[in-house]
């Protein structure tokens, strides 16, 4: 009996492992940045270029930093979730336009609209970099007192925005600083 | 005809191939051998069973930038690796560094070569213990007789 048993079992084993490894996206690289203070910044605006916001302004609010570019296309399926994200005015968004060519960007969000309460240009990566940027679109949700707490890798969903990222903003927004 | 296209892959190859190199300064061979060392050991995020020596994504150029920026600026490998280490987390390193989480990934195969050994060790023993087929004397003749059969023919 245990002759017929054993391939059985070892196959049900097997099967679990694959199963679980088809479950995993290798895309989601847990990042170390969650739970430290956001990089320093100080990046030229991408409407207003004589103009520098950094991540010093931003204290003392809750702010998603949503990296973007008009050559990405993910982008441009997320961006109408954006625009419905930033009619409800729950949190401040701020776009880091990451290696773009700043008029195909302006005029990306003259077509599609412009979520952003401000976006800053970051046209050689470096900025990128120190956020640990490898996949764009990426979000970053920080909270009152300069901390990364989430991260989210990939275009949003609607569902994150009405559920997880949502719950997490209203959250961050009651905290006291 | 196909000499023409022959010639035409070629050359397309070739400028592939001239937009791939990159050029580097580099103050001393040691410096230009920490830089190599080092690209070969970065995994490119996006590609991610690559190098950033072999990637040609994006992020891996602007990554291989800063590791010549870093030497340039005389910071040792170990700054650089931490560098990339708190932007990008372990998984940046093809050699992740020994930890609680990464245990079983060090350990795994000798794990697995030892239970391999051990299973073989008792197959073997196993096969040893059976005793071999006992056949009573019909069989025996039944079998000469077989045998018998097939030589003549």
């Given at each position: ?63 998603l930093l949503n ?27 701020i776009?880091l ?43 970053f949700?920080i ?35 | ?153």
């Amino acid at each position: 009996m245990l002759k017929y048993l054993t391939p059985l079992f070892l196959f049900v084993i097997l099967a679990v492992f694959l199963a679980i490894g088809l479950k995993l996206n290798p895309k989601e690289i847990p990042s170390p940045l969650i739970g430290r203070p956001v990089p320093d910044f100080s990046l030229p605006l991408l409407h207003l270029p004589e103009k520098k916001l950094g991540s010093s302004n931003l204290k003392g609010r809750v702010w998603l930093l949503n990296v973007w570019a008009s050559w990405c296309v993910s982008c441009r399926a997320e961006h109408p979730l954006l625009n419905q994200l930033a009619k409800k005015e729950t949190v401040t968004i701020i776009g880091l336009n990451y290696k773009d060519d700043p008029d195909n960007a302006k005029r990306w969000l003259k077509m599609l609209g412009n979520p952003y309460n401000a976006s800053v240009m970051d046209q050689d990566g470096r900025i990128g970099i120190d956020f640990g940027v490898y996949g764009v679109p990426e979000t970053f949700v920080i909270d009152k007192k300069g901390i990364i707490r989430h991260k989210h890798t990939g275009p949003l969903t609607m569902d994150d925005i009405s559920g997880s990222l949502g719950d997490m903003i209203k959250g961050l927004q009651n905290e006291r600083i | 005809m196909k000499f023409i296209y022959l010639i035409l892959l070629f050359t397309v190859h070739s400028v592939c191939l001239a937009a791939a190199v990159e050029y580097r300064e580099f103050e001393n061979p040691e410096q230009e051998n920490s830089y190599y060392e080092l690209i070969d050991e970065l995994r490119c995020l996006v590609c991610q069973n690559q190098t950033i020596a072999d990637s040609n994504a994006d992020l891996a150029k602007d990554l291989r930038r800063q590791v010549h920026e870093m030497l340039q600026k005389g910071k040792t490998r170990q700054d650089i690796i931490d560098y990339m280490l708190s932007r990008y987390g372990d998984f940046v390193l093809y050699r992740p560094p020994l930890k609680s989480k990464t245990i079983l990934l060090w350990t795994g195969p000798f794990i697995f070569l030892i239970l391999g050994l051990i299973l073989l060790f008792i197959f073997i023993r196993k096969k040893k213990s059976e005793s071999p087929a006992e056949m009573d004397k019909q069989q025996h003749q039944r079998i000469r007789q077989l045998l018998d059969q097939d030589r003549d023919s």
